[in-house]
C-alpha cells in the first residue's frame, strides 16, 4: 500500500510560513510569489479538510490543529534532514584501506594508530588481516604491509622493519624452568612459535653458532601474536620479532631469554598503490608511518 503523504512542496511552505507566521516571508524565503505561498497552503488544508492557519493581513496564525500538525511536521522534516547530513558526510568519509598480517597488526600497528587518527581526524584507516602471502592489489588496497617485494608496476615499496629474532619469555618463566647461561640451554626449554615461522628457531639457532641436525620441536600456534601471548601467559619462550614485542619488553611482560639478536634476513614493506583513491590521506598516512620506521625510505616511483 502506498504512502499517504501530502503535497510535498505544500508541506514545505506550510512549515516555513508555521516558523516565519507570515506568508510575505515566506515566499521571500522560498523564492516565489506570496501568491503561491497561499495556493500551497490552500492545497494542503484541502487534502487534509483542516484550516492550519488563521488568515489577516499582518500575520499567519496557526489554529490549533496548525499547532499540533508543525509540531510534528517539524521533528519528521529534522529526521529527515539529520538522516540526509548523515548520509552525505558517511559519502564524504575518508577510509585508506591497509591489508596485513595478524600479529602485524596486533602487536605493532594497532598500538601506534591513536597517534596518526589524534593528527588526522577526518582520516580513516580500515584495516584488513590475511594470514597468507600479502601483495597489494590497488582495486582493493590503498596500502599492504608485506615481507619482501614483488615487482608491481605503479607499486612503491618502502622498507619499514627489518626482521630481527629474539627469544623472549614471562619474566618470571626462568627462574622456574631454569636460567639460560647459553643459547643451547633453550634446547631444554618448551620452544613456542608460530606456524609460518617455525624457522626463525633454527635461523636464530645458527646465529648463535649452536648446530643443529634439524629444526627443535616446541608449541606452535596459528599466528606470531598467539605465541608471543603464550609466552606473556608463561608457557615457554617463544621466538620473537623484536619490532613487534618491543612494547612488551618495555612494559615488563616480556625479557630476552638469552639477549641477543639475529637478523633474519627479512623486511617488512609498507607497499602503496600511487593512483590511490585519496592522494593527500594517503601522502599523510605513508609519511606518518615511515616516521616509525628506522629504515630509510625508498626513492619514489616514477610516473
Given amino acids: ?55 489577516d493581513r499582518r500575520e499567519a496564525r496557526l489554529t490549533a490543529a496548525g499547532i499540533a500538525y508543525s509540531e510534528a511536521v517539524v521533528a519528521a522534516l529534522d529526521r529527515v534532514e539529520q538522516a540526509t547530513q548523515a548520509l552525505l558526510e558517511g559519502q564524504h568519509r575518508r577510509a585508506l584501506r591497509l591489508k596485513l598480517f595478524p600479529s602485524v597488526a596486533i602487536k605493532w600497528l594497532i598500538a601506534r594508530l591513536a597517534e596518526f587518527h589524534a593528527r588526522h581526524r577526518e582520516i580513516d584507516v580500515r584495516l584488513t588481516t590475511t594470514p597468507t602471502l ?70 636464530w639457532f645458527q646465529g648463535a653458532g649452536v648446530g643443529l641436525a634439524r629444526g627443535p620441536s616446541g608449541s606452535t600456534f596459528a599466528n606470531s601474536a598467539m605465541a608471543y601471548q603464550a609466552a606473556i601467559d608463561g608457557m615457554g619462550v617463544a621466538m620473537a620479532q623484536k619490532e613487534l614485542v618491543r612494547d612488551d619488553l618495555a612494559g615488563g611482560r616480556l625479557v630476552p631469554a638469552f639477549p641477543l639478536y639475529v637478523p633474519s634476513g627479512e623486511t617488512y614493506y609498507l607497499a602503496s598503490a600511487e593512483n590511490c583513491r585519496f592522494p593527500e590521506d594517503a601522502t599523510a598516512f605513508r609519511r606518518w608511518i615511515l616516521s616509525h620506521s628506522s629504515l630509510p625510505a625508498a626513492p619514489p616511483v616514477p610516473i
Fill in 1 to 55: 500500500m502506498g504512502r499517504r503523504l501530502p503535497p510535498l512542496n505544500a508541506l514545505r511552505a506550510f512549515d516555513i510560513a508555521a516558523r516565519t507566521r507570515t506568508f510575505s516571508a515566506a515566499a521571500r524565503e522560498l523564492r516565489v510569489s506570496q501568491g503561491a505561498v497561499s495556493r500551497h497552503i490552500t492545497q494542503l488544508e484541502a487534502h487534509l479538510g483542516v484550516t492550519l492557519f488563521h488568515r
Fill in 134 to 203: 600479502v601483495r597489494l592489489d590497488p582495486e582493493e588496497d590503498d596500502f599492504t604491509i608485506q615481507i619482501g617485494t614483488l615487482p608491481q608496476a605503479g607499486i612503491q615499496h618502502d622498507p619499514l622493519i627489518a626482521v630481527e629474532l629474539i627469544p623472549v619469555c614471562a619474566p618470571g618463566y626462568l627462574r622456574r624452568s631454569g636460567l639460560v647461561a647459553d643459547p643451547s640451554d633453550l634446547l631444554r626449554h618448551v620452544l613456542v612459535s608460530s606456524v609460518r615461522r617455525q624457522r626463525d628457531w633454527q635461523v
